[in-house]
C-alpha cells in the first residue's frame, strides 16, 4: 500500500502557539499528593517536591500547566490554601469525594512551576463563588504590594507579584456534575461580568470562557453561541474538552475519533465565526483546548469512590489510566490534529500530567516512570514548534463512524525555528505496512537526522514500574531523502517521528 504527502515551503497553516504543548494539574487523586508533592520521597527538594518528576516533566517542556482544577476548583477556596501549611484547614471536595488538606496551594504549585520552567495558567471559581474571589485571587497572585491581599502573598513569602497571564473563567460550567453548574445564559452574564471586572484589573489579561464539557452534550453546540453571545468582547479563549476511549475494543474506531475532534474544533470555530459577525466585532476569539486525553481504562475501578461508597480519602488513586500501546497512536493523532489546527486552537492541555489520567505515573515511595503515552506528548512538543506545514494527503482510507474516509496515513509537518522539518505520521491500518513519499517543494536538498518508531505487535501493552520500556520509542534507520522526497515505511498500526534537516 502506498501513501503520498505534498509539502511545500510557502504552503502553510499557522504558526503554532508554543502553549498548545501545555498541560493540567488538579487537586484530584496522586495528582498533587504522591505525585508532585510528596515530602517523605527519597527524590524530594526541600519543599517536597519529587525530583524524579521534576525530571520527567522538564523533558517534556511543557509551555504551561492549568491549575487547580477541573471539576475540583468548582467548590474550591483558594485561600484555604495559603498562609502556613500546618494551619490549613481539610476541607471535602464535592467533585471527587475526597479530603483536600491543602498543603499544596498557589505558592508550592507556582514554585513547582519554576522549578520544571514553565508558566501558570489559573482557574477561578464560577461555580460555589463569583466575581469577587476572582477579583480577589488576581490581586493576590498579580498585584505587585500596597494592598490587602498582594500584602498577604507577600507576608507568606512571595514578594514579587507572578504576573499570570492565563485565566481560566471557571470549568465545564454546562455539566450537571459541576458544583454550581448553570444554563448558558445564566454563565454566560457570570463569565462576561468576571472577565470585566478582572480586565479592570489589567486589560492584558489572556481570559478563557468555558465552552461544552464535550461535543456530546446535549447543550452542545448552543453553549458555544449563548456565551460567546455574552463574553465575545471581553475573553480570548474558549476552552474545550474531549476525551476518547475505546469502550468496544474497536481499535480502527477508536482510532477514527480524530475525525470526530476535527468536526468538533471546526464547529467551534464556525460558532466564534458566526458570533463575530453577528456582533460586527473586529477581535478575535481562539480555541483553548485545556484537556484533553484518552480516558476510560480506570472508569470501572473509581466508581466506588465516586459513588461516596468510599468515604472521604485523602488523595486516593482515581482516575490511574495505565496507558497501552494504541493509546500512543490515539494521542499521535489528537496532536496532529492540533497542529493541524493551528490556526484556530492556541492552547491545549494534555489532561492531567502525573498520575491522573497521565503520560507519567508514580509509586508512593517508589518510582516514576514514562506511560507509553508519554512519547508522542513529548515528540510533538519537543520538536513540534514552530510553523505548522498545509500538507496535502493522498491516502487509502476507511470508514468509521465519524468519516466516510479516514486516511490510514494521519501526519503532520512543522518548519522548526531553526528551518529543520519535523514529521508525526501515524500508520492507522491493521495489517497492512504503507510507503509514505512526502514530497519537499521548495525545500533545499535535506537529510534525515532523527527517526523514531514506535510499533508493538501487541496493541494492549503498556509500561509498568517493573517494565518500563515495554512500550518505548526506538531508532529508525529506513527513511531516506532523495530527489527532493522524504520516503519512509509505516508499519501496521505505527507512530513515527521523522526530522529532515534542509541544506
Ligand atoms: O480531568 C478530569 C476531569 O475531567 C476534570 O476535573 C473535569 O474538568 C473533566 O470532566
Request: with cysteine.
Amino acid at each position: 500500500m502506498k501513501a503520498y504527502v505534498t509539502s511545500n515551503k510557502d504552503y502553510t497553516i499557522s504558526r503554532i502557539d508554543d502553549r498548545v504543548y501545555g498541560a493540567f494539574l488538579e487537586h484530584l487523586g496522586r495528582a498533587i499528593y504522591e505525585g508532585i508533592y510528596e515530602p517523605d520521597h527519597p527524590t524530594a527538594d526541600k519543599d517536597g517536591m519529587r525530583g524524579d518528576v521534576v525530571e520527567l516533566v522538564k523533558k517534556l517542556n511543557v509551555p504551561v500547566v492549568r491549575y487547580p482544577g477541573g471539576n475540583f476548583v468548582s467548590a474550591y477556596n483558594w485561600e484555604d490554601g495559603i498562609g502556613p501549611a500546618d494551619q490549613r484547614p481539610v476541607r471535602l471536595d464535592l467533585a471527587w469525594h475526597t479530603s483536600e488538606s491543602n498543603k499544596v496551594g498557589i505558592h508550592e504549585f507556582a514554585d513547582w512551576c519554576t522549578t520544571v520552567g514553565t508558566e501558570m495558567m489559573l482557574a477561578v471559581n464560577l461555580g460555589s463563588r463569583g466575581v469577587d474571589e476572582a477579583r480577589n485571587f488576581l490581586e493576590y497572585v498579580n498585584h505587585p504590594g500596597g494592598s490587602y491581599w498582594s500584602d498577604l502573598r507577600v507576608k507568606n513569602g512571595r514578594k514579587e507579584p507572578w504576573n499570570v497571564k492565563l485565566w481560566c473563567l471557571g470549568n465545564e460550567m454546562d455539566g450537571p456534575w459541576q458544583v454550581g453548574h448553570k444554563t448558558a445564559d445564566e454563565y454566560g452574564k457570570l463569565a462576561a461580568n468576571t472577565a470585566r471586572a478582572m480586565r479592570m484589573f489589567d486589560g492584558s489579561l489572556e481570559l478563557i470562557v468555558c465552552g461544552s464539557s464535550n461535543a456530546d452534550m446535549p447543550s452542545y453546540p448552543d453553549w458555544e453561541r449563548i456565551v460567546l453571545e455574552h463574553t465575545y468582547d471581553h475573553v480570548d479563549y474558549i476552552s474545550l474538552h474531549m476525551y476518547f476511549a475505546n469502550r468496544d475494543d474497536n481499535t480502527p474506531n477508536f482510532l477514527g475519533l480524530a475525525e470526530k475532534l476535527d468536526t468538533y474544533i471546526e464547529t467551534v470555530a464556525a460558532t466564534i465565526k458566526q458570533v463575530k459577525a453577528k456582533r460586527k466585532s473586529k477581535r478575535d476569539v481562539y480555541i483553548c483546548f485545556d484537556e484533553w486525553n484518552v480516558w476510560y481504562h480506570s472508569n470501572k475501578k473509581d466508581r466506588e469512590i465516586l459513588d461516596g461508597n468510599g468515604g472521604w480519602p485523602h488523595a486516593p488513586g482515581l482516575l490511574e489510566d495505565i496507558y497501552n500501546f494504541e493509546d500512543v497512536l490515539m494521542v499521535g493523532l489528537i496532536l496532529n490534529t492540533f497542529i493541524r489546527r493551528s490556526d484556530v486552537v492556541k492552547i491545549a492541555c494534555i489532561a492531567q500530567l502525573v498520575n491522573v489520567i497521565a503520560p507519567i505515573m508514580t509509586e508512593k515511595g517508589g518510582p516514576a516512570w514514562a506511560q507509553t503515552i508519554y512519547y508522542p506528548y513529548y515528540f510533538a512538543s519537543v520538536f513540534g514548534r514552530g510553523t505548522a506545514l498545509d500538507l496535502k494527503v493522498n491516502s487509502p482510507g476507511y470508514e468509521t463512524p465519524h468519516a466516510k474516509d479516514s486516511p490510514f496515513v494521519d501526519v503532520s509537518g512543522v518548519v522548526n525555528e531553526d528551518g529543520t522539518l519535523s514529521f508525526f505520521l501515524v500508520n492507522r491500518h491493521t495489517s497492512e505496512s504503507i510507503e509514505t513519499e512526502l514530497e519537499l517543494q521548495g525545500f533545499a536538498a535535506g537529510s534525515v537526522i532523527d527517526h523514531q518508531v514506535m510499533t508493538h505487535p501487541d496493541l494492549k501493552a503498556v509500561n509498568t514500574a517493573k517494565d518500563q520500556q515495554q512500550v518505548a520509542p526506538t531508532k529508525g534507520d529506513g527513511a531516506t531523502v532523495a530527489n527532493g522526497k522524504l520516503s519512509v515505511t509505516l508499519p501496521p498500526y505505527s507512530y513515527q517521528m521523522v526530522r529532515v534537516k534542509v541544506a
